[in-house]
């Protein structure tokens, strides 16, 4: 597709909820990302995946977060047990290379999760 | 650890009003400085990346500077379509991927 697809755009779930959160990346982009971005807050690294390895997991905010890359494109971030700090908006994002960003990612729309 | 830090955390200008958001930033061996807009209910749009200290780069009424300490994002003669979100950030020393975010500014422009 032209952009990179997130979905759903928005989610409520209940405390203790297991949810997935889906990421279409642009065609053909080997890096994707996850960011949680925080009401009034700038976006914070989660993971970064190229192609199917996921080489850095080190922001991901507790074991009830996990993301995966089976084949190399779609991406889906699963949180367990959903608890209200959970709550945020979470962005994906692709580039066409590897590191060197030198044009910046390409991101999402995002989806907002509510955890009531 | 690498922090980014964005001043004003708002600002307010009429068309036509040109000013400057500003973006301090510490980092161990800075591998990129990068500005993204933001929309609300959108993820952030590229704008720049600055590389070292007197670099400059331009794009319609924007132009973003770098020094050693800062960098400034520079709006000339605004426009209320320049109303958004302005995000700085910068790719910490140690990763040749990972982006720490400042805050961001959101700018408003009015008619």
């Known amino acids: 597709g032209a952009g990179v697809s997130q979905s759903p755009r928005y989610k409520v779930a209940k405390r203790g909820q297991d949810v997935a959160l889906r990421c279409d990346p642009i065609?053909?982009?080997?890096?994707l990302f996850w960011y949680q971005q925080a009401l009034g807050q700038g976006p914070e690294f989660l993971t970064y995946f190229q192609n199917e390895a996921q080489l850095d997991k080190s922001g991901l905010p507790s074991d009830r977060f996990f993301a995966e890359r089976p084949e190399g494109s779609v991406s889906t971030l699963k949180i367990q047990r959903t608890q209200q700090e959970d709550s945020a908006v979470y962005l994906c994002?692709?580039?066409?290379?590897?590191?060197?960003?030198?044009?910046?990612?390409?991101f999402g729309s995002g989806t907002r999760l509510t955890v009531v | 650890e690498d922090q980014v830090t964005q001043s004003p955390e708002a600002l307010r200008l009429q068309e036509g009003e040109s000013s400057s958001l500003n973006c301090s930033y510490t980092?161990?061996?800075?591998?990129?400085l990068f500005w993204y807009r933001q929309d609300p209910g959108k993820g952030p749009e590229f704008l720049f990346t600055?590389?070292?200290a007197g670099e400059e780069k331009e794009k319609e009424r924007l132009k973003a500077t770098l020094t050693k300490k800062e960098s400034f994002l520079h709006i000339t003669a605004p426009k209320p379509e320049d109303s958004a979100t302005y995000l700085c950030?910068?790719?910490?020393?140690?990763?040749?991927?990972?982006?720490?975010f400042g805050k961001g500014t959101l700018l408003t422009v009015n008619p």
């Open positions: 065609s053909g982009h080997v890096s």
């Open positions: 980092v161990s061996g800075l591998r990129g």
């Open positions: 600055l590389y070292s």
């Open positions: 950030a910068v790719r910490e020393g140690g990763s040749n991927y990972k982006l720490t």
């Open positions: 994002a692709s580039s066409l290379v590897g590191p060197g960003i030198e044009y910046g990612y390409t």
